[in-house]
C-alpha cells in the first residue's frame, strides 16, 4: 500500500504545510473523549472496547481541523466547542464549506462516494500530533479521480482511493 501512497505522493510530500498539534491540544482531546465516555483515566478508556480506537479517531479528525486552522491564521476550534461523538471536521471558506479528509501516512485517502458532498480538503496525519495539508480539490476533481480500492467494503459499502494529489490546489485559495 505505502508504494501506492508514494506513486501518487512522493513528488509532492516535501511541498506539503506541516502542522503539529500543542500538547495542550493532545491533552484536551484526550480529556474530551474521557468526559464524553464517562472516564476518569487514560487506564479505564484502554480497558473498554473501542475506547482507544474513538481516542485515535477523534485526534486524528480534530487535528487536521486544527491544522488547517492554524495554516489559514484563523481561530482554533476548542475541542470543548464540538460534539465529539458526531464531528465531521470542515472549514467554512469564502464561496464554500469544505470537508476535511484526514489519511495516514502511508495509505491513499479511503472514500464512500455517497459521502462526498462537498469540496474536499486533504491532510495526511503522519504521527499522532503531525499533519501534512496536500490541498483541496472540488467535488468533480475528487470523483474524477478515484479509483478501486484495495480495502474490503463493509455493509455492501464501497469505499474508493483518491490518486488525484497533483490536482489539488493550496488550502489559502478557499478564504479568496
Known amino acids: 500500500m505505502i508504494t501506492e501512497f508514494l506513486k501518487h505522493t512522493g513528488e509532492f510530500l516535501r511541498q506539503y504545510p506541516q502542522v503539529r498539534l500543542s500538547m495542550k491540544e493532545e491533552f484536551a482531546v484526550r480529556d474530551s473523549v474521557l468526559n464524553s465516555l464517562g472516564l476518569n483515566n487514560l487506564n479505564q478508556l484502554r480497558d473498554r472496547y473501542e475506547g482507544q480506537t474513538f481516542l485515535d479517531k477523534t485526534l486524528k479528525k480534530y487535528g487536521g481541523l486544527v491544522a488547517c486552522q492554524k495554516h489559514l491564521n484563523i481561530k482554533v476550534t476548542s475541542i470543548d466547542e464540538l460534539n465529539i461523538k458526531d464531528f465531521k471536521p470542515q472549514i467554512e471558506g469564502k464561496k464554500d464549506i469544505y470537508d476535511i479528509k484526514v489519511f495516514d501516512f502511508g495509505a491513499l485517502p479511503a472514500l464512500e462516494l455517497s459521502t462526498i458532498k462537498n469540496p474536499l480538503i486533504f491532510v ?33 459499502v464501497s469505499l474508493k482511493n483518491f490518486i488525484g494529489f497533483s490536482d489539488l490546489k493550496p488550502i489559502e485559495e478557499i478564504l479568496k
Open 124 to 156: 495526511i496525519q503522519k504521527d499522532k500530533s503531525t499533519f501534512s495539508i496536500c490541498g483541496y480539490g472540488n467535488r468533480d476533481l475528487v470523483l474524477d479521480n478515484l479509483v478501486d480500492s484495495n480495502n474490503e467494503t463493509v455493509n455492501s
